[in-house]
């Protein structure tokens, strides 16, 4: 079993940036994952005092599908925030107050949808946006990962080519068998120095049906997924007991010493 790709999503539903490599720590979630959120305008986020909040209260895939026709890339080095849609391509500056709200002006106008109140983008230091930030901090700094052999599985099953970044993880893996991931819970996965225990089943919402490349809802994926294995479960999640850095093409293994 070997990592086929890295991912990142520095605003919470919207693009992701591969990474050839990454380096992680003990306890710590995917660097710069989910990092940054824009509401819907139903509550104040406190930076100071970050409380984690149900993903329904932000902008997010699951309800706001056009979000995947922008096409984002967040660049560190100035704490911008680029956003292509169609030929136009604006850079916002996230470290700003002024560009944080033409982000969240620009995005209430782009998803022409009214919504609860005024959108804003959020960030906390040490806070990341996760859909499991609700359940514990510990679940929060988890990372997700997917086997793409159970992506070709579930294609196959639906009828169609799915692409893979319609589940949104960290880590894509290949070389194991479709779905033996169900069965992992509780055990430990070595990748060089790093080691990952993992510790939920990732249920699989309405952002799953949105088509990454058009923006279209099609397939309602998590009904099929309940229909095809009998649960609405696909990935997991995994604390990272060990940190270090991993990179692209690394081998996993499990902990026994069974390279899968």
């Known amino acids: 079993m070997f990592i086929h790709s890295l991912n990142r999503y520095p605003v919470k539903g919207l693009s992701a940036e591969r990474l050839p490599t990454v380096r992680l720590e003990a306890a710590h979630g ?136 319609r589940f949104r993880a960290n880590l894509y893996f290949d070389g194991a068998s479709a779905w033996s991931e169900m069965e992992w819970l509780g055990r430990e996965l070595v990748i060089g120095d790093v080691k990952l225990k993992i510790v939920r089943r990732t249920k699989r919402c309405a952002a799953t049906s949105v088509d990454p490349a058009t923006g279209v809802r099609g397939l309602n994926l998590p009904l099929a997924i309940r229909e095809y294995v009998e649960h609405g479960d696909l990935g997991v999640y995994a604390e990272v007991v060990s940190g270090g850095t991993i990179t692209t093409n690394d081998a996993i293994w499990l902990l026994d010493g069974d390279e899968l």
């Open 30 to 165: 995917f660097p710069l994952d989910r990092a940054f959120a824009i509401t819907d305008g139903s509550f104040q986020f406190n930076p100071q005092q970050p409380r984690p909040e149900p993903k329904t209260k932000f902008l997010m895939l699951a309800k706001y599908e056009t979000l995947a026709n922008l096409k984002t890339r967040y660049l560190e080095e100035s704490g911008e925030l680029e956003v292509r849609h169609g030929d136009i391509t604006k850079r916002y500056n996230l470290s700003s107050d002024a560009g944080r709200d033409e982000v969240a002006a620009f995005m209430r106008e782009f998803i022409a949808t009214p919504l609860p109140g005024e959108p804003k983008v959020v960030r906390a230091p040490g806070h990341q946006f996760t859909d499991i930030s609700v359940h514990s901090v510990a679940l929060m700094r988890s990372i997700s990962l997917i086997n793409l052999a159970t992506v070709r599985d579930l294609g196959e099953r639906v009828g169609f080519e799915l692409d893979p970044i």
